[in-house]
């Protein structure tokens, strides 16, 4: 498929489009991590990433094709994904977060901020999606 190159390179792209191609994994758990991101390309979506590391996830946050994300709030040792999460706000660039916190345990949460408690789920991801791009089709 012509879109998978763009993903694996993770640079940046112009593209808009109403259904997501290139989604973006921040996980520090790297079997969770490769969990998410098998299940996404099972069903049709690029992964770009997963980041694992604050450093890396920053600066695909800037730079990467990303249509939208999927944000571990907890990035270990006192480090949380707000930093990734800010930028891909200022690029205009959809996220969730994806966490085993309720909500109200988060202190960084905005008002729109979306958030899907684990685990996760195939089924569960889709649904995520959906609410973000209500007329997603998937394989």
Do not use: C
Not at 35 to 54: A, K, R
Not at 89 to 106: K, L, M, N, S
């Amino acid at each position: 498929m012509a879109f998978e190159d763009a993903a694996t390179d993770g640079k940046a792209g112009s593209r808009m489009t109403n259904q997501p191609q290139n989604i973006f994994i921040v996980e520090d758990e790297v079997v969770v991590a490769f969990e998410m991101t098998d299940l996404l390309e099972d069903i049709g979506f690029n992964v770009v990433g997963p980041s694992i590391h604050l450093e890396d996830a920053k600066a695909k946050a800037r730079e990467g094709d990303i249509d939208i994300a999927f944000l571990d709030v907890n990035l270990g040792r006192d480090k949380t994904s707000k930093p990734v999460a800010d930028i891909l706000r200022d690029r205009g660039i959809p996220f969730v977060f994806i966490t085993a916190y309720d909500a109200d345990q988060i202190s960084f949460l905005g008002p729109d901020d979306r958030v899907v408690k684990k685990p996760v789920s195939s089924q569960k991801l889709i649904e995520t999606l959906r609410r973000v791009y209500p007329s997603l089709e998937t394989e």
